[in-house]
């Protein structure tokens, strides 16, 4: 499995910005997929995920109500939809795939991307 996170960028305070996640190598719509992000020196933390099979998304406190996830499994992508973006939202966001049909922990992500940078200037 191959992930390639695309998307980010620099962005003002209160603006917003879609992240892609195309994947390859895989049966994609039954696998948990999921946005995790590291801001320097910090370690890395879990933001949102979608499960497969329609399962539903789940979201960091952090980011409730301004990020949305979703995946269009015939194109094997998912996206993040960040909206009144934070200076705090400032971190490199990396995807995740995992084997099961849903995951939260990071431990149960078997593929990750290569990660894009997104940058909150305030």
């Known amino acids: 499995v191959q992930l390639q996170a695309s998307g980010g960028g620099l962005v003002q305070a209160g603006g917003s910005l879609r992240l892609s996640c195309a994947a390859s190598?895989?049966?994609?719509?039954?696998?948990?997929m999921a946005w995790f992000r590291q801001a320097p020196g910090k370690e890395r933390e879990f933001v949102g995920t979608?499960?497969?099979?329609?399962?539903?998304?789940y979201y960091a406190d952090s980011v409730k109500g301004r990020f949305t996830i979703s995946r269009d499994n015939a194109k094997k992508t998912m996206y993040l939809q960040m909206n009144s973006l934070k200076s705090e939202d400032t971190a490199v966001y990396y995807c995740?795939?995992?084997?099961?049909?849903?995951?939260?922990?990071?431990?149960?992500?078997?593929?990750w991307g290569q990660g894009t940078l997104v940058t909150v200037s305030s």
């Open positions: 979608i499960g497969g099979n329609g399962r539903g998304t």
């Open positions: 995740a795939a995992s084997e099961r049909v849903t995951a939260i922990t990071r431990v149960l992500y078997d593929y």
């Open positions: 190598g895989r049966t994609f719509s039954s696998s948990a």
